[in-house]
């Protein structure tokens, strides 16, 4: 079992910066691969970014390649997502999961992953 706890939302400037973090607690954190999702209002949540268990591949989405990074520290349990340049369209809530899988493209897909957080929210103003 895996609990895992996002922050880091709030509201920000388009153009400005927000680093999320996502905490988890419960048995074996460094064996998972984990992503980075979000719903905004009135849409489907969607794939923005995973790595792998090891934190060696990343994956993301094409419109965020560069403006966003994800990470993860094995030692303090916790992924980031770093968001630079934020458009108001990325305005969402923001949820972390954890996958069992090592890692491949099946980590683009909700699918894939076995544990959720409950989000967080990031709102960009124009």
């Known amino acids: 079992q895996v609990q895992l706890v996002e922050s880091g939302g709030g509201l920000v400037q388009a153009g400005g910066s927000l680093r999320l973090s996502c905490a988890a607690s419960?048995?074996?954190?460094?064996?998972?691969?984990m992503g980075w999702f979000r719903q905004a209002p009135g849409k489907e949540r969607e794939f923005v970014a995973a790595?792998?268990?090891?934190?060696?591949?990343?994956y993301y989405v094409d419109s965020m390649k560069g403006r966003f990074t994800i990470s993860k520290d094995n030692a303090k349990n916790t992924v980031y997502l770093q968001m630079n340049t934020l458009k108001p369209e990325d305005t969402a809530v923001y949820y972390c999961?954890?996958?069992?899988?090592?890692?491949?493209?099946?980590?683009?897909?909700?699918?894939?992953?076995?544990?959720w957080g409950q989000g967080t929210q990031v709102t960009v103003s124009s």
């Open positions: 419960g048995r074996s954190f460094s064996t998972y691969s």
């Open positions: 790595i792998s268990w090891d934190g060696r591949v990343t």
């Open positions: 999961a954890a996958s069992g899988l090592a890692e491949g493209s099946r980590l683009t897909r909700q699918l894939s992953y076995d544990y």
